[in-house]
């Protein structure tokens, strides 16, 4: 199982740069695992695609119903949201360096990810990439 990081799940259902990569990857690892936070951020992330005219009404009726086809197969793995993950990725501010640039969401994907045990995440987020190591975990992006 790997981790991905809601950009990387995004490109599983939308035709983007790097999806081909990305769906090949999540073939080959056969499960993946992302923070439940991940499920909100992916509506939205196929929300805004509809509003901004990248796909139509029918598609997103289509990606919606893939969606949920998955999660009745279990390829994705939610990993759960507890006030421990929200205070340990707040408390994980404190010691990062002033000039990194970390948003919250992506603290919350690194902390889960490593708070459960895994050793990279994958992202094509170039800030979450960036700030990886400050959390002792590997950032990988396999788009070349």
């Given at each position: ?57 029918h598609q997103c ?84």
């Open positions: 199982m790997i981790y991905f990081d809601t950009a990387y799940l995004a490109k599983c259902y939308l035709n983007e740069h790097g999806s081909d990569a990305v769906r090949k990857l999540a073939a080959e690892s056969g499960r993946i695992a992302c923070c439940a936070f991940g499920q909100l951020e992916l509506a939205a992330t196929i929300h805004r695609n509809l509003r901004e005219g990248k796909i139509t009404r009726r289509i990606i919606f119903a893939q969606i949920d086809l998955d999660e009745s197969n279990h390829i994705c793995t939610w990993l759960p949201v507890s006030s421990d993950l929200l205070v340990t990725s707040a408390a994980k501010f404190r010691a990062l360096k002033p000039t990194t640039y970390l948003r919250s969401a992506d603290a919350l994907h690194l902390t889960c990810a490593t708070e459960h045990g895994f050793k990279e995440i994958f992202s094509n987020d170039r800030h979450l990439l960036a700030a990886a190591s400050a959390f002792k975990i590997n950032g990988r992006n396999a788009i070349s």
